[in-house]
C-alpha cells in the first residue's frame, strides 16, 4: 500500500496535478483503520489508499478539497457524537455516522504543484527575470523561438514554439511577455485565454495600446483583454532591466499573495504531450501548423486539415476545392508595408484582401495594411510575388 502511495506521489507531482495527503495519526475503537494508514485526494474527489471504509472516506474527501482550495492543512476528528468530544485547540469535530462507532484522527495537507513564471522573450529584462524566478524557486518556463534559451540557460524548460505555450500553463501559471515587439501579439492571444493566473507585457502605455487594439481584431473577448497587466511590474522607478525585473517580480509575489482561491474543478493537466509530433500545411496561407496544439481544423473528403486561425478555416470552407486544386503558399513574401521578406511557412501575420493572401512582419504591419489596403499596394509584381509557390 506504501508503495502505491509513494508512486502516486510522484506520478501527479510530474503530472503538476494537485492533490491532498490524508494520515490517520490516532484511533479510539472500533475502527478499521489504524495510524499511520494514508491516502491521496485529487481535486476530482477520487481517492487512492486507505483512511478507513464509507463512513470516513466522504468527510475526507471533502475536507481534502478544502485544502487544496485554501492551502492550508487542517486536523479533524470524526467521530459519531461530536458534540460530546471535548474540544481541541486546532482539531475540527466532524460527525461520522458509522453504526459501529469508533473515533479517527486524521491528518490533511494539500500538495500544490510549484508555481510557474513562463517569459516570454530573450533579451536583457527576461533573462533577469529567469535568474530571479530561479533564486525564488519557480519552476521558470522560457518561450524564444528566435534564441532558443541561448540566453536563459538557468530555465528549467525552454519552448522554441509559440504553439506549445498553452499546454505548459496552469492556474499556478505567471506570464511575463517580454519579447519587446518580436512577437508579444502572438504570444498574448495564447496566454490570455488560457488558465494563468496572471499576464503581464513589458511594454509603454502607447505600446500596449495598438497591443491591444490587434488582440481584439485577433478575436479576443474584453474580459481576456482586460487582464492584461501593463506595464508590468510595480511603479518603483526602475530603468535597468533587472530593475525592471525587479519590480515585476515584486508584483507578481503581490499578486499571488493577495489571490483568491483557486478553482482546481477546472484545471487543465498536462499529461505530457508530444510537443514534436508531426505538423500540417495551412493549405489558405501556407504557414506550419502543429497538429497537437492546432485549434482551427476542418474534415473535408475524409481528410482532417488544419489552419494557424480562424479566418483561414473559414476560408477553406467557404471553398474548399480553390485552396485544393494547387499547392499551399511556400516560399518569401514582401511584406506590403516594411518591405521586408517574410517567409510564408513560418510566417505569423497574415491577411486575405480581394482573394490574395499577404503576409507581414508584425501586428503593426498587418493592421496599417488593414486599414488602408490601397496606400500598400502599389509595388510592382507584388502579387505574383505574393502568390508564389
Known amino acids: 500500500?506504501?508503495?502505491?502511495?509513494?508512486?502516486?506521489?510522484?506520478?501527479?507531482?510530474?503530472?503538476?496535478?494537485?492533490?491532498?495527503?490524508?494520515?490517520?495519526?490516532?484511533?479510539?475503537?472500533?475502527?478499521?483503520?489504524?495510524?499511520?494508514?494514508?491516502a491521496i485526494v485529487t481535486f476530482e474527489k477520487v481517492m487512492h489508499g486507505w483512511i478507513g471504509g464509507s463512513c470516513a472516506q466522504p468527510l475526507v474527501i471533502e475536507e481534502a478539497i478544502k485544502s487544496i482550495s485554501d492551502g492550508k492543512p487542517r486536523l479533524i476528528r470524526l467521530s459519531v457524537a461530536p458534540q460530546d468530544q471535548r474540544p481541541r485547540e486546532g482539531?475540527?469535530?466532524?460527525?461520522?455516522?458509522?453504526?459501529?462507532?469508533?473515533?479517527?484522527?486524521?491528518?490533511?495537507?494539500?500538495?500544490?504543484?510549484?508555481?510557474?513564471?513562463?517569459?516570454v522573450g530573450g533579451l536583457p529584462v527576461a533573462m533577469a527575470l529567469v535568474k530571479l524566478g530561479k533564486l525564488m524557486n519557480y519552476q521558470v518556463v522560457v518561450v524564444d523561438p528566435d534564441g532558443g534559451g541561448a540566453a536563459t540557460p538557468e530555465a528549467d524548460e525552454v519552448l522554441t514554439d509559440l504553439e506549445v505555450m498553452n499546454s505548459r500553463i496552469t492556474p499556478l501559471t505567471y506570464v511575463v511577455v517580454a519579447s519587446h515587439g518580436?512577437?508579444?501579439?502572438?504570444?498574448?492571444?495564447?496566454?490570455?485565454?488560457?488558465?494563468?493566473?496572471?499576464?503581464?507585457?513589458?511594454?509603454?502605455?502607447?505600446?500596449?495600446?495598438?497591443?491591444?487594439?490587434?488582440?481584439?481584431?485577433?478575436?479576443?473577448?474584453?474580459?481576456?483583454?482586460?487582464s492584461l497587466k501593463y506595464p508590468a511590474g510595480l511603479d518603483i522607478q526602475a530603468q535597468r532591466g533587472d530593475e525592471i525585473a525587479l519590480s515585476i517580480m515584486a508584483e507578481i509575489v503581490q499578486h499571488r499573495?493577495?489571490?483568491?482561491?483557486?478553482?482546481?474543478?477546472?484545471?487543465?493537466?498536462?499529461?505530457?504531450?508530444?510537443?514534436?509530433?508531426?505538423?500540417?500545411?495551412?493549405?489558405?496561407?501556407?504557414?506550419?501548423?502543429?497538429?497537437?496544439?492546432?485549434?482551427?481544423?476542418?474534415?473535408?473528403g475524409g481528410l482532417?486539415?488544419?489552419?494557424?486561425?480562424?479566418?483561414?478555416?473559414?476560408?477553406?470552407?467557404?471553398?474548399?476545392?480553390?485552396?485544393?486544386?494547387?499547392?499551399?503558399?511556400?516560399?518569401?513574401?514582401?511584406?506590403?508595408?516594411?518591405?521586408?521578406?517574410?517567409?510564408?511557412?513560418?510566417a505569423k501575420y497574415m491577411s486575405e484582401h480581394q482573394n490574395i493572401m499577404y503576409y507581414f512582419c508584425c501586428a503593426g504591419c498587418k493592421m496599417s495594411f488593414e486599414e488602408t489596403p490601397s496606400k500598400y499596394l502599389d509595388i510592382p509584381n507584388l502579387d505574383a510575388i505574393n502568390t508564389s509557390t
Open 304 to 346: 482532417m486539415y488544419y489552419f494557424c486561425c480562424e479566418s483561414c478555416k473559414d476560408l477553406f470552407t467557404q471553398a474548399p476545392e480553390k485552396y485544393l486544386e494547387q499547392p499551399a503558399p511556400q516560399g518569401d513574401a514582401i511584406d506590403p508595408v516594411c518591405k521586408m521578406t517574410v517567409d510564408i511557412t513560418t
Open 1 to 38: 500500500m506504501y508503495d502505491e502511495f509513494f508512486s502516486k506521489v510522484q506520478e501527479f507531482i510530474a503530472k503538476d496535478i494537485p492533490f491532498a495527503t490524508a494520515t490517520v495519526v490516532r484511533t479510539e475503537k472500533p475502527t478499521s483503520a489504524k495510524p499511520g494508514d494514508k
Open 257 to 300: 499573495r493577495n489571490s483568491d482561491k483557486i478553482d482546481f474543478t477546472s484545471w487543465k493537466v498536462n499529461f505530457g504531450i508530444d510537443v514534436t509530433s508531426t505538423g500540417a500545411i495551412d493549405p489558405v496561407c501556407g504557414m506550419s501548423i502543429n497538429i497537437q496544439e492546432s485549434e482551427h481544423r476542418h474534415e473535408h
Open 91 to 119: 482539531l475540527i469535530d466532524l460527525p461520522m455516522t458509522c453504526f459501529s462507532g469508533g473515533t479517527l484522527e486524521i491528518y490533511i495537507e494539500s500538495h500544490l504543484p510549484q508555481t510557474k513564471l513562463m517569459v
Open 182 to 226: 518580436n512577437y508579444d501579439e502572438l504570444a498574448l492571444k495564447k496566454a490570455l485565454p488560457s488558465q494563468a493566473a496572471f499576464v503581464a507585457l513589458v511594454a509603454s502605455s502607447a505600446r500596449a495600446v495598438k497591443v491591444k487594439a490587434y488582440l481584439e481584431s485577433a478575436g479576443l473577448t474584453k474580459d481576456q483583454i482586460s
